[in-house]
Nanobody, 125 residues
Framework: QVQLVESGGGLVQPGGSLRLSCATS????????IGWFRQAPGMEREGVSC????????YYADSVKGRFAISRDNANDTVYLQMNRLKPDDTAVYYC??????????????????WGQGTQVTVSS
């Protein structure tokens, strides 16, 4: 059974940091690209970052470039999203998703096969 479970969300002040984790099971992580998406109330789900399979190339939305960093630990079946210098506009539910094969951009949520349940990130003073 394929599972992706996000954790690490919470309430943080502007300028603070959080690290999200995406624990995977039921499939071989090495073969999959993993993306992080977010969705704020009333907004479309938007791609934040993606890490491709094998070579681990990384991609970011312009809004988070230079502040967020994605990484993967295939041995422990986990993908991380380090979020620094957080802003109120980063407030959203964050989801991780898996797509079989290589990716060369974050893309849209329609392109991913499996999803986690999401974790809430709130940036507020």
């Amino acid at each position: 059974q394929v599972q992706l479970v996000e954790s690490g969300g919470g309430l943080v002040q502007p300028g603070g940091s959080l690290r999200l984790s995406c624990a995977t099971s039921g499939f071989t992580l090495d073969y999959y690209a993993i993306g992080w998406f977010r969705q704020a109330p009333g907004m479309e789900r938007e791609g934040v970052s993606c890490i491709s399979n094998i070579e681990g190339s990384t991609y970011y939305a312009d809004s988070v470039k230079g502040r967020f960093a994605i990484s993967r630990d295939n041995a422990n079946d986990t993908v991380y999203l380090q979020m620094n210098r957080l802003k109120p506009d980063d407030t959203a539910v964050y989801y991780c998703a898996a797509d079989l094969g290589s990716r060369f951009e974050v893309g849209t949520w329609h392109e991913y096969d499996y999803w986690g349940q999401g974790t809430q990130v709130t940036v507020s003073s």
